[in-house]
């Protein structure tokens, strides 16, 4: 079964850090370009970040740019999304998702996770 | 960033009504639009890509048709189930960018 796990959500201060993992199962992790993707509460979907296929190319939102780093590790399956210097506004379910196609950076995507729920708060 | 406007925002429909939900693209995008279902608490999940092509899984009654920068999705006979928030995407440029959601109620 083609699958994506997201961990690594909590409660954090302002300005803190937090790390977002992602584990893909049942697909051929390397060969797909992944993306971070969040919703605020009551909000619309909103995209965050890519990273293409052996992790040398990234792309990020301008809200996030600067603050959020995203990284894999083919050998593990696993995607991440360093937050740092996080804000009220980041808080947000994130998603990780898979592209439709292999090799495509921009795809519908067809694989979620379940969310990951991040909370900025004081 | 192209943007991406949908229509109605909220629209109340009853089993076995045909529903229409509209999204504009700010600028021409071709094909690459894509529309998304997503029920309370949990993950979107794709319904039509490119357009107009039925993800694998999807019920028939789900269609998608458009180009340039006028899409819609088409529900033809509603079921119970149905009753989500519709999103659609499009994948034609960077930033992916996805249009506000359709909240589609029983009335």
């Known amino acids: 079964e083609v699958q994506l796990v997201e961990s690594g959500g909590g409660l954090v201060q302002p300005g803190g850090s937090l790390r977002l993992s992602c584990a893909a199962s049942?697909?051929?992790?390397?060969?797909?370009?992944m993306h971070w993707v969040r919703q605020a509460p009551g909000k619309g979907l909103v995209w965050v970040s890519r990273?293409?296929?052996?992790?040398?190319?990234?792309n990020y939102a301008d809200s996030v740019e600067g603050r959020f780093t995203i990284s894999r590790d083919n050998a593990k399956n696993t995607l991440y999304l360093q937050m740092n210097s996080l804000r009220a506004e980041d808080t947000a379910v994130y998603y990780c998702?898979?592209?439709?196609?292999?090799?495509?950076?921009?795809?519908?995507?067809?694989?979620w996770g379940q969310g990951t729920m991040v909370t900025v708060s004081s | 960033d192209i943007q991406m406007t949908q229509s109605p925002s909220s629209l109340s429909a009853s089993v076995g009504d045909r529903v229409t939900i509209t999204c504009r693209a700010s600028?021409?995008?071709?094909?690459?639009l894509n529309w998304y279902q997503q029920k309370p608490g949990k993950a979107p999940k794709l319904l039509i890509f490119?357009?107009?092509s039925l993800q694998s899984g999807v019920p028939s009654r789900f269609s998608g048709s458009g180009s340039g920068t006028d899409f819609t999705l088409t529900i033809s006979s509603l079921q119970p189930e149905d009753f989500a928030t519709y999103y659609c995407?499009?994948?034609?440029?960077?930033?992916?960018?996805f249009g506000q959601g359709t909240k589609l109620e029983i009335k």
């Open positions: 998702a898979k592209p439709k196609d292999r090799g495509k950076m921009i795809d519908a995507f067809d694989i």
């Open positions: 049942g697909f051929s992790f390397s060969n797909y370009w």
């Open positions: 990273i293409n296929l052996d992790g040398t190319s990234t």
């Open positions: 600028q021409i995008i071709s094909s690459y």
């Open positions: 490119a357009a107009s």
């Open positions: 995407q499009q994948s034609y440029s960077t930033p992916d960018t």
